[in-house]
């Protein structure tokens, strides 16, 4: 088992969700609530708690799963956060920084994968 708390991926995805909570949901607009605000909320919270998940498991095949379950909402809020612009809800400013914070993320994710998976060959 291992200690979310020390992973450096863990702490940047818990961090970027609570810039998400801060940054843009505020500002969504009432009549998106329940839809691209709920959506852009539960993929962004999802990447930390499948990192969360991961670590409760006792393999690394195991851990990669949830990894990639983690890879595949980050890809989810990257492409929400990009409509919420396109749509004029948050600024240019934002969606960079956004951005910029959810590639890094990816990044970590596929080079975290790519060890757990090279470790078992």
């Known amino acids: 088992m291992r200690d979310y708390k020390k992973l ?19 500002i969504m607009p ?16 999802s990447i ?7 670590c409760g498991k006792n393999t690394d095949k195991d851990f990669a ?5 983690a890879l595949g909402s980050a890809h989810e809020v990257e ?6 612009h396109d749509l004029g ?5 934002i969606y960079d920084n956004v951005h910029t ?9 596929i080079g975290f ?3 757990l998976r090279s470790e078992n060959l």
């Open 8 to 26: 450096d991926i863990w702490k940047k995805s818990h961090l970027f969700t609570k810039q998400v909570y801060a940054d843009i949901l505020p």
């Open 79 to 84: 492409y929400t956060c990009y409509l919420i």
């Open 65 to 69: 799963h949830y990894l990639d379950n």
């Open 48 to 54: 930390p708690l499948n990192i969360v998940e991961g």
């Open 89 to 93: 809800f948050i600024s240019k400013e």
């Open 113 to 115: 994968i790519k060890f």
């Open 30 to 45: 009432h009549e998106e609530r329940f839809a691209l605000t709920n959506q852009l909320r539960r993929s962004t919270y």
């Open 101 to 109: 914070a959810i590639n890094e993320i990816k990044a970590m994710l």
